[in-house]
């Protein structure tokens, strides 16, 4: 069969596709504009929403602009049981009480302690030369969340059982009390895996019942930190570097049988 020429097949191409019956073209840029030029709307829901998110931002900054309220925000810490009120100014001083009073609870002995206790009690480490406590007392503490117990660990100066060198709180109840301090004056720190707070010199103890309280066993530092069960306040005269290395050797009390 003869090949048609070169020509032949071109003009062929262009008369099929005179022919051919093309579809419409749809009217895109007119239907992209349109939609522009509508406006968009959000569901009556989501618009509530966030009415009420920003209503509510604009509350807490207009707070917050307040000195005062600025002050209660920003300037409370929680730890454990006890809550640091931070103040611009030292706070008064309690006077330092010559032997532990009576509000702390009945003495008891270190293995009588470590049975009734809800907690298991712990101690520094033998190696830092401590030695048992001289005193040990247990108490019932109540507060917004329910009782518990404190007990209160105290060695005193050598050959001195008027004068307390040393206290450890242990308190397992979830609300003890409201230290207040200086702002300036605390520093953060940390006992193993849990935050701690360091509060150079003594500060008043507003306890969950109500009131202040009487005694204050060291005039020294404390170190307040807790773990998932138990608060620990750290009364002494330690520094921070050695306060911090009791607390990290602190092991269980081994209950008698």
């Known amino acids: 069969m003869a090949e048609r020429p070169p020509d032949a097949w071109e003009a062929g191409l262009r008369r099929e596709a005179l022919a051919f ?9 007119g239907a992209v ?23 509510i931002l604009l509350l807490a900054a207009a707070a917050l602009a307040v000195p005062g309220v600025r002050a209660a925000v920003l300037e409370w810490l929680q730890i454990g049981a006890i809550r640091l009120r931070l103040e ?7 006077a330092a009480t010559p032997r532990p009073p009576a509000g702390l609870g009945p003495t008891l002995t270190l293995a009588e302690a470590s049975v009734r206790a ?10 830092l030369g401590l030695g048992p ?9 109540s507060g917004p969340e329910g009782r518990g117990q404190v007990v209160v660990l105290v060695w005193h100066v050598p050959d001195r059982p008027d004068v307390v060198r040393l206290s450890l709180y242990q308190i397992g109840v979830r609300f003890f009390g409201i ?17 701690a707070f360091w509060v150079p010199g003594p500060h008043p103890l507003q306890l969950a019942e109500g009131g202040e309280n009487a005694w204050t066993l060291v005039p020294g530092n404390v170190l307040i930190w807790a773990d998932d069960v138990v608060t620990y306040r750290l009364e002494s005269d330690l520094t921070l570097e050695e306060a911090l290395r009791l607390a990290r050797s602190l092991e269980p ?5």
């Open 33 to 55: 504009s349109r939609r522009l030029e509508t406006p968009r709307t959000r569901p009556p829901s989501v618009r509530r929403f966030a009415l009420a998110a920003l209503a």
């Open 88 to 94: 611009e100014a030292p706070p008064t001083l309690p």
């Open 133 to 141: 406590p001289d005193e040990v007392f247990l108490s019932e503490a």
């Open 179 to 195: 230290k207040t301090a200086a702002s300036a004056s605390v520093r953060q720190a940390r006992v193993g895996a849990y935050e």
């Open 21 to 29: 019956a093309y579809p419409p073209t749809p009217d895109i840029a």
């Open 253 to 257: 009390v081994l209950a008698p049988r």
């Open 118 to 127: 809800d907690f298991p009690l712990r101690l520094p480490a033998a190696d």
